[in-house]
């Protein structure tokens, strides 16, 4: 093994250079790539242990959908009913959603601005909404945090020396704001949208045939188990009235006729029963005539409101058919780790930027050898 420091000048100099020499001439100077990635190292290891955690609360649920179909019968009961419309029944089995709109759905306005107003307990601080706790100072690793304190400095020294005053953090409550013309229209406000932005990165959905998972990242490994179940469950109400939306509204149109000919029903019995009671005995033409009359009518305001009930029944029985059914295939618990701060990726990585950082130097100063050589041997 060769001990002394090897010129770079004469590695370099010869008609040939041969593969050994230079790997001498790097080992010869292997302290400086050693010093880096030791370097790199402490400063992986460091922001390993300093980065805040996190938590994953993961589920899985089974989904099973109705069968398509509708109403059924909707068009025949509204011509019965006298009524011309345009309107058409529709089943909930053709307008289901893709599973490859639940991402979206979760990271639709409407929907996280419900999610941020949630209230958990996060630790040992006070009950707050997530709108709270996302507007709070996010903790950072130990650089990070440093970075921000020097940025500061001036400042810190300022309140140290009474010079200045220390601004108190206070997180405003969550106020939704409308258009008084257009409420419908939405305006977020600059903490909305950074809520909205924490929301959308710690929320994911997958799924795999029948099979969804949602899984859920936060700092609290309670809140992150707390705030998944909340999310399953909103995502599953809207599914079930997505699904079932065309057919409530078939529900509640024939609910309404149903309720408008059981009147005429009632109406068409009570004319012809106090008719009849008002002619007992011998009956003129016109009295028979009336009586006739007054029969088709209630015959007919029977057969509507019986033909009706008949049709709420079964539309009631659509709804429930077509509802979503929902089965927890895997139930979230209480995440045992946390998922991140990944502390072998971080120390690897950092180790490797250090190696390369090293390299880059050690030919930095090898071309600054070489030419130092090179100056002083024209000088002599």
Not at 105 to 131: A, H, N, V, W
Not at 149 to 166: C, E
Not at 234 to 249: A, H, M, P, Q
Not at 356 to 362: I, K, P, R, S
Request: proline share 4%.
């Amino acid at each position: 093994m060769r001990n002394k420091k090897i010129s770079v000048r004469e590695t370099f100099s010869g008609e040939e250079i041969a593969l050994l020499d230079i790997f001498w001439l790097f080992y010869s100077r292997k302290i400086y790539l050693a010093v880096s990635i030791v370097l790199f190292l402490i400063i992986g290891v460091i922001v390993a242990n300093t980065t805040p955690v996190e938590y994953e609360a993961t589920v899985e649920i089974l989904s099973e959908g109705g069968d398509d179909g509708s109403a059924g019968g909707l068009s025949d009961l509204i011509g019965l009913a006298g009524v011309r419309t345009n309107r058409k029944s529709s089943g909930g089995g053709s307008g289901g959603l893709d599973s490859d709109m639940y991402p979206q759905i979760l990271r639709s306005s409407p929907f996280l601005l419900e999610l941020m107003d949630e209230e958990f307990q996060f630790g040992r601080k006070r009950k707050m909404s997530l709108y709270e706790f996302f507007l709070q100072p996010e903790p950072k690793h130990f650089f990070a945090a440093a970075a921000d304190y020097l940025k500061d400095f001036p400042l810190n020294v300022k309140i140290l020396l009474g010079l200045a005053k220390k601004k108190k953090q206070v997180t405003p409550k969550h106020v939704r704001k409308k258009m008084e013309d257009y409420p419908s229209v939405l305006i977020l406000s600059g903490e909305e949208k950074k809520v909205m932005s924490q929301l959308k990165r710690r929320i994911s959905i997958a799924s795999d045939g029948r099979i969804i998972s949602l899984t859920v990242k936060m700092p609290d490994r309670n809140v992150a188990a707390q705030l998944n179940t909340i999310v399953i469950e909103k995502l599953i109400t809207y599914l079930s009235n997505y699904k079932t939306e065309k057919l409530r509204l078939d529900l509640d149109f024939i609910s309404e006729r149903k309720a408008e000919a059981e009147i005429e029903y009632l109406k068409a019995q009570k004319e012809l029963a106090t008719f009849r009671d008002s002619n007992q005995g011998r009956m003129t033409k016109l009295a028979e005539s009336r009586e006739q009359y007054l029969t088709f009518e209630y015959n007919l305001a029977f057969n509507i409101y019986s033909t009706l009930s008949n049709q709420l029944e079964q539309a009631q029985i659509q709804v429930k058919k077509e509802t979503p059914l929902f089965s927890e295939f895997e139930p979230v618990s209480i995440p045992g780790s946390p998922s991140e701060p990944k502390a072998s990726k971080i120390i690897i990585l950092y180790t490797g930027v250090g190696a390369v950082v090293g390299f880059f130097m050690l030919v930095l100063m090898l071309f600054v050898s070489y030419f130092k050589e090179l100056t002083i041997s024209k000088t002599n």
